[in-house]
């Protein structure tokens, strides 16, 4: 990113009272001009607290509906109106309605990665974060957890007393992060410990150290005293976690974590969003009204 491209958004977040959130998994130069960075759970809580009238959001779709919800007086933009994200679109209204007929006191949890229209025929939304604390608390026995089948099962796992039904939802990001290259990975730096999101499957998750959403990956990281890291999680997150610790190591597991749809997000859409405050997120009343958000 130039300086005058700094330059220019700094102009314009004054000019049009906004505010730039980013997602981790947005490109570095991205990172470094938004006001805040976090996972879907922390951009989803600190789009409660701002006092700027407009927000633009450097992310995927559902990210600005989340925020739209929770921020109905507030004018949200995307910063890439095509920036979107394949698992939101894994689930649709007839597998909810199926799974409720058949098992009458299913709670139907769904994972923040989501459209709106699917939220809305949920019982209760969670994000990676808080997943577990959330279901565990439900008095359901029978969960369906969508669209996510992986976060899915590993909630499950936890949770032996409860009866889940997956949904055949997945992160082409994670799941793209295989057992044999992170064996070979391991081989490679067998000082690292492996930190995994819990969107990985099940043979993955197997072989980490640590199991945590992207901002949980971060914090261990972090407050670690080992200073080597196998990361199996999208790439995105290496910008903050060499931030935050630049006497540490971080290594990636295949050369396939990378999301296209968050690399979108370039230096020429912010500005644009910024000076036309569009693509502008709007969703139908009802679905704003009845979306379950929980933080």
């Known amino acids: 990113m130039t300086e005058e491209q700094k330059k220019k958004i700094a102009e314009l977040k004054k000019e049009k009272d906004a505010v730039i959130l980013a997602h981790y998994y947005v490109?570095?130069?991205?990172?470094?001009?938004?006001?805040?960075?976090?996972?879907?759970?922390?951009?989803?809580?600190?789009?409660?607290?701002?006092?700027?009238?407009?927000?633009?959001?450097?992310?995927?779709?559902?990210?600005?509906?989340?925020?739209?919800?929770?921020?109905?007086?507030?004018?949200?933009?995307?910063?890439?109106?095509?920036?979107?994200?394949?698992?939101?679109?894994?689930?649709?209204?007839?597998?909810?309605?199926?799974?409720?007929?058949?098992?009458?006191?299913?709670a139907v949890v769904c994972y923040v990665n989501s459209t709106a229209e699917i939220k809305t025929a949920s019982d209760v939304c969670v994000t990676s974060s808080n997943a577990l604390k959330i279901v565990k608390k439900l008095d359901n026995q029978d969960i369906y957890?969508?669209?996510?089948?992986?976060?899915?099962?590993?909630?499950?796992?936890?949770?032996?007393?409860?009866?889940?039904?997956?949904?055949?939802?997945?992160?082409?990001?994670?799941?793209?992060?295989?057992?044999?290259?992170?064996?070979?990975?391991?081989?490679?730096?067998?000082?690292?410990?492996?930190?995994?999101?819990?969107?990985?499957?099940?043979?993955?998750?197997?072989?980490?150290?640590?199991?945590?959403?992207?901002?949980q990956i971060i914090d261990y990281a972090t407050a670690s005293t080992h200073s080597a890291f196998l990361i199996c999680t999208e790439m995105g997150i290496f910008y903050e976690l060499m931030q935050k610790n630049p006497d540490k190591k971080f290594y990636s597991v295949g050369h396939r974590q990378f999301c296209p749809n968050m690399k979108r997000i370039k230096p020429e859409g912010v500005i644009q969003a910024l000076e036309t405050l569009t693509p502008e997120v709007v969703l139908d009343e009802e679905i704003r009204k009845k979306e379950p958000i929980c933080l």
Request: charged share 25%.
């Open 145 to 215: 957890f969508i669209p996510d089948e992986n976060l899915g099962r590993y909630i499950a796992k936890q949770l032996p007393q409860k009866h889940f039904i997956f949904n055949d939802g997945f992160c082409h990001v994670h799941k793209s992060i295989h057992q044999e290259e992170l064996q070979k990975a391991k081989e490679a730096h067998p000082e690292a410990l492996v930190l995994a999101h819990p969107e990985c499957t099940e043979e993955i998750l197997e072989l980490a150290d640590f199991i945590g959403s992207t901002s």
């Open 27 to 106: 490109d570095g130069e991205i990172q470094a001009i938004a006001d805040y960075v976090g996972d879907s759970y922390y951009l989803a809580e600190i789009a409660t607290k701002l006092s700027e009238s407009t927000i633009i959001f450097c992310g995927v779709s559902f990210m600005g509906e989340s925020a739209k919800i929770l921020n109905p007086e507030k004018k949200v933009v995307m910063a890439d109106q095509y920036a979107d994200c394949p698992m939101a679109h894994m689930v649709d209204l007839d597998n909810i309605k199926k799974v409720r007929e058949q098992y009458p006191d299913v």
